[in-house]
């Protein structure tokens, strides 16, 4: 199919596997290990096939396969060893590596054979903190050094959304257990990545409090009919591109003034807009800045 990516150069082969170009073709040369084409004005170029072989190279040698050993291995005898590598354990490379080629091939059932593998040893929480978030973090660098582009992303960030949203819903049919908090959870105007944001619904859902998600582009008038004198209202919000950074503290004293004054309310923010922010700025009564999820939660739970 014409839209699935299946030409690669070595830089491509570096950035997705981590081996760097120049042992990549020291592994070519002197054990033969790859077989690079060459288009008609004398490229060199490789296919996806060898690039899942690659991954598969990198992936035995990080197990304490030698090269040297790799290279004469037959094809059943490298299949065996793979197959003994992710049935022993789940290995976090591989798992990886097979969210990688299901991007690449725009391939969902791919994903979900290596997701459900995945699930029946391990919580949602830690799939999603110590896999998904390591492996979104690559393929941004993978878009930025133009192995990938935009409509690779969506595509894997939207089904990384669906197994949140499947996980939440289930949390959602429970009874909640605690009533002396709501959390309302929204995203500024105009800024729309809400990956971050609804992974931390599902977190606090968990907790067992009340969560409401509205979403992305928020305007900050719109909340005023949450806060009241009854029940703590805690508001959360993610800053990935929205406000500007040269914004925040306008946006944070708006939002201070008209939804937080006198009342029992908090506001608090995570994001890569904060991690940006110069932390020496006065920041108004009831607000909190976040580095992490993990960050939130560990406060949340105390």
Not at 53 to 73: F, P, V
Not at 125 to 133: G, L, P, Q, T
Not at 173 to 198: A, N
Request: hydrophobic letters at 40%; a negative charge.
């Amino acid at each position: 199919m014409s839209h699935i990516r299946s030409v690669f150069s070595i830089k491509d082969l570096e950035n997705f596997s981590g081996i760097k170009a120049h042992t990549i073709r020291i592994w070519e040369k002197r054990y033969e290990l790859l077989h690079p084409e060459r288009t008609d004005t004398n490229i060199r170029y490789y296919s996806l096939k060898s690039l899942k072989k690659l991954l598969n190279i990198a992936l035995l040698n990080s197990e304490g396969h030698k090269i040297s050993k790799i290279a004469k291995y037959d094809e059943a005898v490298f299949e065996e060893h793979l197959r003994e590598v992710v049935n022993n354990k789940v290995n976090k490379t591989q798992f990886i590596n097979e969210l990688k080629i299901a991007m690449l091939n725009f391939d969902v059932l791919y994903f979900e054979e290596a997701y459900l593998r995945v699930e029946k040893v391990i919580p949602f929480s830690d799939i999603f903190k110590n896999y998904f978030i390591p492996f979104l973090g690559d393929i941004g660098l993978l878009w930025q050094t133009g192995s990938i582009n935009p409509t690779h992303e969506h595509f894997i960030s939207n089904i990384i959304k669906q197994k949140i949203l499947i996980e939440t819903h289930r949390l959602q049919l429970k009874k909640i257990e605690k009533h002396d908090k709501l959390f309302v959870l929204f995203l500024p105007y105009d800024e729309i990545h809400d990956l971050g944001l609804t992974y931390l619904h599902y977190e606090v859902l968990k907790l067992g409090y009340k969560s409401i998600m509205l979403g992305p582009s928020v305007p900050i008038d719109s909340l005023k009919s949450f806060v009241n004198d009854n029940q703590e209202v805690n508001f959360i919000s993610y800053f990935t591109v929205e406000p500007p950074l040269d914004k925040i503290p306008e946006y944070l004293t708006e939002f201070e003034t008209k939804i937080l004054e006198d009342k029992n309310a908090n506001f608090y923010v995570l994001g890569k807009q904060i991690t940006n922010l110069d932390t020496s700025i006065s920041m108004p009564k009831r607000i909190k800045f976040f580095s992490s999820i993990d960050d939130i939660m560990e406060f949340l739970e105390e």
